[in-house]
Every structure is written in structure tokens, then in C-alpha cells.
């Protein structure tokens, strides 16, 4: 492995994915850089909800590779990739609506410690988990709220318990779906923060479409168009793209 193969925790080559003929994405090289935050923006449609359903394998390549801390996934499936510490967050809030605030992120340690979903362990068992789940709490600003149930949070503070249980998992690679969407000002910065925090010791993958987010947030950015890589670089460099300013007339995202 060359050094700069070592210093990426993905590497993709020639990604391609064609439904009933169309492609949704088309070979797509990339790498990530290790301890990074790298970006995928690009109009509705460019692929980029597609490309992260490739690299997680929730479908499956029509063509080219998938690498993973150099090893070949491309045909792995998801569950052995999360096991790898590849871990997703997705658009829509994931929790346990009527477990409390403290449960849920209890749940998600269960996983790491062999233990997943034995929901019949008493209190006292479990309670080894209370520190890392007081941790993980205060890390997103829920610790006033572990006691609450999970169903009753307002959106955005729905998202930063969703986003306490992804990180219960200590994945070496996050991928955020959209994690700002639909916050209010507050929630974002809050999200804001919490992202750039956790980026210190991961790496992060977002497909975001706050650009001001983005712009803050991002070491390196790819913009997608219709599948195919428009441009990439540090956002002063795709911002001032004349290709990726003429992809964007009619419509951020």
C-alpha cells in the first residue's frame, strides 16, 4: 500500500450504479482522507444519497470498488461493514420513541459489548453503561433531558439523541445524511459544534445542503451532477467554479 492509500479510509473506483438502465451514479472515483470532514453537495438528483447507499452497501455496485481501511468491500454486506466501524446516520430520526432519553443511548452501547438488545437485563446489570451514556448525553446537550421520553423531544433534539446513539457505536467512520435538516438556528449550530468536536478522532462523510455549514465545516468537498464528479476541492475552490455555480442556478441545495 502506497502512503497515500494509508493516509485514505476510502478509496472508490469506478463506482457505478444503474437502475432499470439509468445511472443514478457513474463512475465515481474518490478518496477520503483520514480524520477529515468531506463533503458530497451537488442539485437534487446529483446521486449523492445513492453513493452513500454504495459505500454502506445498502445496494449493491452495477461496476467498480469499494475500499475500506484498504480492504476490498465492494461485496460485503452492510452489517459487516458497520462491524468494521463504518457507521450511518440517516435523515429521519432513528429512536425508541417511548424509551426514555438515557435508554435509547443505553441501547446502542449494548451493541459494542456483546450485549445488544437484551432488553431484559436488569437495571443494576446494566448500569456499568451509565457514565458513557452521561457522556454521550452531555456531549450533544441532552444531559437534563435523560429521563424524558424520546418521543416527546422536539425535532432537533430528536436528531442530537439520534446522533448520541451513532456515536455509542465509536465508529471510525461517520456518515451523516442531511444532519442539519429541518433544525432551527440553535440546533444547528449546536449540531454544528458537535460534528466539528467528534471530527477531532473520525472521519466524516455529510451530505449536507447548508452551504454556510458546509463552508465552516467541510476539509474537502465533492460536488456530484447527475452521478458524475463536477468538481472538488476546499470550498473556496468549488464556490468560485464556474461549473458548479452554473449546476446551481434554479436551486441550492
Known amino acids: 500500500m502506497t ?3 494509508a493516509d485514505n479510509i476510502v478509496e472508490v473506483r469506478g463506482l457505478t450504479k444503474r437502475f432499470h438502465g439509468f445511472a443514478a451514479v457513474s463512475n465515481v472515483d474518490l478518496d477520503v482522507r483520514r480524520r477529515s470532514v468531506h463533503a458530497l453537495i451537488g442539485p437534487n438528483g446529483a446521486g449523492k444519497t445513492t453513493f452513500f447507499n454504495l459505500i454502506t452497501k445498502v445496494h449493491q ?3 467498480g470498488s469499494i475500499r475500506f481501511n ?4 465492494t461485496n460485503e454486506d452492510p452489517a ?11 435523515q429521519i430520526s432513528a429512536i425508541f420513541p417511548r424509551m426514555t432519553v438515557a435508554e435509547n443511548v443505553r441501547i446502542a452501547l449494548q451493541r459494542p459489548k456483546g450485549i445488544s438488545f437484551h432488553f431484559w437485563r436488569s437495571d443494576s446489570s446494566l448500569s456499568v453503561l451509565d457514565d458513557r451514556v452521561d457522556e454521550l448525553l452531555a456531549a450533544v446537550g441532552l444531559e437534563q433531558m435523560r429521563d424524558k421520553t424520546a418521543g416527546g423531544l422536539p425535532y432537533g433534539r430528536k436528531r442530537a439523541l439520534e446522533f448520541a446513539t ?3 457505536l465509536d465508529p471510525e467512520l461517520l456518515l451523516l445524511d442531511e444532519p442539519t435538516s ?8 449546536r449540531i454544528a459544534a458537535l460534528i466539528r468536536s467528534v471530527s477531532a478522532n473520525r472521519t466524516i462523510i455529510m451530505v449536507e445542503h447548508n452551504l454556510s455549514i458546509v463552508a465552516r465545516l467541510a476539509d474537502r468537498i465533492t460536488v456530484l451532477a447527475r452521478g458524475k464528479i463536477l468538481a472538488e476541492g476546499t470550498y473556496s475552490e468549488v464556490s ?8 446551481y442556478i434554479g436551486g441550492d441545495e
Open 80 to 90: 459487516h461493514v458497520a462491524r468494521r466501524g463504518m457507521v450511518r446516520s440517516f
Open 70 to 73: 484498504g480492504d476490498d468491500i
Open 166 to 168: 451513532t456515536l455509542a
Open 61 to 63: 455496485p452495477s461496476e
Open 3 to 5: 502512503r497515500a492509500a
Open 182 to 189: 429541518g433544525l432551527g438556528t440553535e440546533d444547528v449550530e
Open 240 to 247: 468560485t467554479d464556474p461549473r458548479v455555480i452554473e449546476a
